[in-house]
Protein backbone atom coordinates (compact mmCIF):
# COMPACT_ATOMS: atom_id res chain seq x y z
CA UNK A 1 0.00 0.00 0.00
CA UNK A 2 1.37 3.12 -1.09
CA UNK A 3 1.14 6.03 1.57
CA UNK A 4 2.08 10.08 0.91
CA UNK A 5 2.41 12.32 3.76
CA UNK A 6 2.96 16.31 3.49
CA UNK A 7 4.06 17.95 6.47
CA UNK A 8 5.55 21.35 7.28
CA UNK A 9 3.01 23.86 6.49
CA UNK A 10 1.41 26.71 9.16
CA UNK A 11 0.60 30.33 8.88
CA UNK A 12 3.33 32.67 8.76
CA UNK A 13 4.07 36.23 7.81
CA UNK A 14 4.89 37.28 4.25
CA UNK A 15 8.74 37.45 3.69
CA UNK A 16 9.63 34.49 5.61
CA UNK A 17 9.94 30.66 4.92
CA UNK A 18 8.99 27.61 4.88
CA UNK A 19 9.83 23.92 4.03
CA UNK A 20 7.39 21.24 3.03
CA UNK A 21 8.28 17.43 3.63
CA UNK A 22 6.71 14.72 1.28
CA UNK A 23 7.43 11.09 2.63
CA UNK A 24 6.71 8.15 0.27
CA UNK A 25 6.14 4.52 1.34
CA UNK A 26 5.10 0.88 -0.26
CA UNK A 27 6.92 1.72 -3.81
CA UNK A 28 10.50 1.95 -4.72
CA UNK A 29 10.64 5.54 -4.74
CA UNK A 30 13.88 6.60 -6.52
CA UNK A 31 12.65 5.21 -9.33
CA UNK A 32 9.54 7.57 -9.38
CA UNK A 33 8.83 11.62 -10.12
CA UNK A 34 7.25 13.47 -7.35
CA UNK A 35 4.70 16.75 -7.74
CA UNK A 36 3.76 19.51 -5.29
CA UNK A 37 0.46 21.31 -6.50
CA UNK A 38 -1.33 23.70 -4.53
CA UNK A 39 -5.15 24.26 -4.17
CA UNK A 40 -6.54 28.00 -3.10
CA UNK A 41 -9.99 28.40 -1.83
CA UNK A 42 -12.05 28.74 -5.19
CA UNK A 43 -9.31 28.01 -7.28
CA UNK A 44 -8.38 25.08 -9.42
CA UNK A 45 -5.32 23.03 -8.36
CA UNK A 46 -2.33 24.14 -10.20
CA UNK A 47 1.36 22.72 -10.81
CA UNK A 48 3.80 24.00 -8.72
CA UNK A 49 6.74 21.87 -9.34
CA UNK A 50 8.23 18.90 -9.73
CA UNK A 51 11.46 16.54 -9.53
CA UNK A 52 12.64 13.62 -11.68
CA UNK A 53 13.82 9.87 -10.60
CA UNK A 54 17.24 11.37 -11.27
CA UNK A 55 16.77 15.43 -9.40
CA UNK A 56 15.42 16.89 -12.87
CA UNK A 57 13.41 19.99 -11.43
CA UNK A 58 10.92 21.87 -13.05
CA UNK A 59 8.93 24.92 -11.59
CA UNK A 60 6.13 27.09 -12.55
CA UNK A 61 6.89 30.35 -13.64
CA UNK A 62 5.26 32.24 -10.44
CA UNK A 63 7.34 30.65 -7.74
CA UNK A 64 10.90 30.48 -9.86
CA UNK A 65 13.92 31.74 -7.99
CA UNK A 66 11.35 31.28 -4.83
CA UNK A 67 10.78 27.83 -4.41
CA UNK A 68 13.53 25.07 -4.36
CA UNK A 69 12.51 21.27 -5.24
CA UNK A 70 14.80 18.30 -3.59
CA UNK A 71 14.57 14.67 -3.11
CA UNK A 72 16.68 12.84 -0.34
CA UNK A 73 16.30 9.10 -1.38
CA UNK A 74 17.45 7.42 1.67
CA UNK A 75 14.66 8.92 3.41
CA UNK A 76 11.81 8.70 0.72
CA UNK A 77 11.53 12.84 0.89
CA UNK A 78 11.04 15.09 -1.32
CA UNK A 79 11.13 18.83 0.32
CA UNK A 80 9.38 22.12 -1.11
CA UNK A 81 11.70 24.55 0.23
CA UNK A 82 9.67 27.75 -0.06
CA UNK A 83 11.70 31.32 0.19
CA UNK A 84 10.11 34.95 0.21
CA UNK A 85 6.66 33.59 0.27
CA UNK A 86 3.66 36.33 -0.51
CA UNK A 87 -0.35 36.02 0.09
CA UNK A 88 -0.63 34.30 -3.17
CA UNK A 89 1.53 31.47 -1.93
CA UNK A 90 -1.35 30.93 0.52
CA UNK A 91 -3.20 27.33 -0.32
CA UNK A 92 -3.16 23.63 0.94
CA UNK A 93 -0.48 22.01 -0.68
CA UNK A 94 -0.44 18.63 -2.28
CA UNK A 95 2.07 16.23 -3.32
CA UNK A 96 1.81 13.11 -5.05
CA UNK A 97 4.25 10.68 -6.62
CA UNK A 98 4.11 8.28 -10.00
CA UNK A 99 2.72 11.73 -11.77
CA UNK A 100 4.58 12.81 -14.86
CA UNK A 101 6.95 15.56 -14.72
CA UNK A 102 7.93 17.83 -17.54
CA UNK A 103 8.07 21.49 -18.59
CA UNK A 104 4.43 20.71 -20.50
CA UNK A 105 2.97 19.74 -17.25
CA UNK A 106 4.03 22.55 -15.04
CA UNK A 107 3.21 25.37 -17.75
CA UNK A 108 -0.33 23.58 -17.68
CA UNK A 109 -0.16 22.25 -21.45
CA UNK A 110 -2.03 19.11 -19.56
CA UNK A 111 -4.77 19.13 -16.89
CA UNK A 112 -3.89 17.36 -13.44
CA UNK A 113 -5.78 13.96 -12.76
CA UNK A 114 -5.87 13.45 -9.21
CA UNK A 115 -6.73 9.85 -10.60
CA UNK A 116 -3.60 8.98 -11.96
CA UNK A 117 -0.40 8.50 -9.17
CA UNK A 118 -0.99 8.42 -5.38
CA UNK A 119 -1.31 11.83 -3.23
CA UNK A 120 -1.38 12.82 0.25
CA UNK A 121 -4.04 14.50 2.15
CA UNK A 122 -2.09 17.91 1.65
CA UNK A 123 -1.14 20.65 4.15
CA UNK A 124 -1.93 23.92 4.67
CA UNK A 125 0.12 26.94 3.81
CA UNK A 126 -1.32 30.48 5.02
CA UNK A 127 0.72 33.66 4.70
CA UNK A 128 -0.44 36.84 6.40
CA UNK A 129 0.93 40.20 5.92
Known amino acids: QVQVVESGGGSVQAGVSLRLSCTVS????????VGWFRQAPGKEREWVSC???????YSKDSVMGRFTTSRDNTKNTVFLQMDILTREDTAMYYC???????????????????????WGQGTQVTVFS
Open 96 to 118: ATAVPCSAKYISGDYGISTNAGY
Open 51 to 57: ITSNGKT
Open 26 to 33: GLSFDQYS
